[in-house]
RNA sequence: GGCGACGUGGUGAAGUGGCUUAACACGGAGGUCUGCAAAACCUCUAUUCAGCGGUUCGAAUCCGCUCGUCGCCUCCA
């Protein structure tokens, strides 16, 4: 059974081959480094994730091309009113960004190209593009793609070009367009804007022609999956098959993925209206960054989702149940014989699990797969059924599906000195009976973040993600 | 105005023609275990899938209409 995607250009849902076998090319839509992103861009992101996850432990090689967008005119704006350089605060704000995905588990895409750092490819671009007929300059040292040259235009957005609702709130004509529908491939040069001196004459980049160049240049003219949120399917995506293929001729992607919208309060969640939560403020909330992790995660990519408290505190319940399995299971002895179902019901679990994400990416079906192997096993634990070895090889199992999770507790972490002595000193206390102590010392410790139970096993203790 | 998605319990959500009088998670009620607590486990928590009509031996699942919500057509993940 092989994976299968549904497609956003044909609406189809057909199994992924890529064009190069066994090799996935991937390409995300990645961050706007003029400022902190919120969790609606966080939910794009995650969802790229988790397909690149899948389709490694599929055992497919991938290759994960995120774009950082570092020049357009917001960047500038910032850069300007803080009077620094685009290139600062672009810095600025990828370490900010950097950040933000580490805390939430996001793969490290293999490359992070930089508009900035694409300026000859983006050139030869739009070189290629004028000598085909596709692109015009205006008086002002711009260059503009010609949309009346690309009759596929409007395809994936299912749009009829002729019925855009030109002249509302389109981009004025202050480039002196031939046809106001018509897109910036590059900005001719202004006083006090970043400019670079090139083929084209003195300019900068337009917004979709950066994409195009890096996954190129990255990917080659044709690969295999292109992500981003819904938001992007118009204008930018268009643009971007209608520059590419207008450019080399070929296929540009073979199948879109888009993911929808965050909702915060009902209304989408995003920049310009004000409308978000950034991901940072809630990391220095306190908000515990897997409950955050799974509360992204756990929708279907193409389904709206709205951001909550309440669903952020139900996702955090969801991680501290799977927490306290896996302290079950590590804590977990017992010298009986193997319990000869634990290979079925793991298989079963396992197919089940790889079925639902088989399905475009189903996880609330693999979660539950999950979620009924927790159960099941948690039965076996309390009727002390299964071995010591049993319970290792459990373990060793639902850590493999979390590679494609990324929601478990990371094993071997650094105990703080000072929480193990505690731990000790409980430990002491208890074999002592000396329950008021040992009561004391559960307290404290669960202060310092550290949740306690006492088991058949001896006492156990987790970090106390939900209480953050 | 054009185009599209969606509407399942207290909440999120899977299921898209019979396996489902509806998975899983959260929440709630009761119980078992336990020094206590917590965790875990057990039982219960939608005879019903926005409403109405139709197709079918059979529908949450297909068709039509109505109502409602959200999105795209503009910067946006």
């Not at 003219?221 to 209608?242: K, M, Q, R, Y």
């Not at 002491?428 to 306690?452: F, I, K």
Request: contains cysteine; glycine residues 8%.
């Amino acid at each position: 059974m092989a994976v299968r995607l549904q497609d956003t250009l044909t609406g189809e849902t057909r199994p992924l081959e890529p064009l190069e076998p066994g090799h996935v090319r991937i390409y995300s839509c990645g961050p706007t480094v003029y400022g902190p992103a919120h969790v609606g861009n966080f939910r794009s992101f995650l969802f790229a994730d988790l397909l690149v996850r899948y389709l490694r432990y599929r055992g497919l090689r991938v290759t994960w091309v995120m774009n950082v967008t570092d020049i357009d005119d917001k960047i500038i704006k910032r850069a300007q009113e803080a009077d620094e350089t685009i290139e600062a605060l672009g810095n600025r704000w990828i370490e900010r960004f950097l950040a933000d995905a580490a805390a939430l588990r996001l793969t490290t895409p293999d490359v992070l190209p930089r508009a900035t750092r694409h300026i000859d490819e983006i050139v030869g671009l739009i070189e290629r593009l004028e000598a085909g007929g596709h692109a015009y300059r205006t008086p002002d040292g711009s260059v503009f793609f010609r949309i009346s040259s690309w009759p596929a235009y409007g395809r994936l957005a299912r749009l009829d070009p002729t019925q855009l609702r030109v002249g509302e709130r389109v981009e004025s004509d202050e480039y002196g367009k031939d046809d106001v529908r018509d897109f910036a491939l590059w900005k001719g040069a202004k006083p006090g804007e970043p400019s670079w001196d090139t083929a084209l004459g003195r300019g900068r980049p337009g917004w979709h022609i950066e994409c195009s160049a890096m996954s190129m240049r990255h990917l080659g003219p044709s690969f295999d999956i292109h992500t981003g949120g819904v938001d992007l399917v118009f204008p930018h995506h268009e643009d971007e098959i209608a520059q590419s293929e207008a450019a080399t001729g070929a296929p540009f992607v073979r199948t879109w993925l888009h993911c929808a919208h965050l909702r915060l309060g009902g209304e989408k969640m995003a920049k310009s209206t004000g409308n978000i939560a950034r991901v940072v403020d809630l990391l220095e909330a306190g908000v515990s960054p897997r409950a955050l992790r799974y509360a992204l995660l756990a929708v279907h990519y193409r389904q709206g989702l709205d951001y909550t408290e309440t669903a952020l505190a139900a996702a955090g319940a969801a991680i501290d149940r799977l927490d306290a399995f896996v302290a079950a299971l590590d804590l977990y002895r017992q010298d009986v014989a193997d319990d000869p179902e634990v290979a079925t019901v793991l298989r079963a679990s396992r197919n089940a699990f790889e079925a639902a994400l088989d399905d475009d990416l189903n996880i609330s079906a693999a979660l539950a797969s999950v979620f009924e192997l927790v159960r099941d096993v948690n039965r076996r634990i309390d009727a002390r059924s299964i071995s010591t070895a049993d319970a290792r090889s459990i373990l060793a199992a639902v850590r493999d599906l979390d590679r494609v999770l990324g929601l478990l507790p990371d094993g071997g972490v650094d105990l703080d000195p000072r929480v193990a002595v505690l731990l000790d000193d409980r430990a002491a206390a208890r074999a002592a009976r000396d329950w008021s102590r040992s009561d004391a010392l559960r307290d404290e410790l669960l202060g310092l973040g550290v949740a306690v139970e006492d088991t058949r096993d001896g006492q156990r203790w987790r970090r106390a993600e939900s209480q953050a």
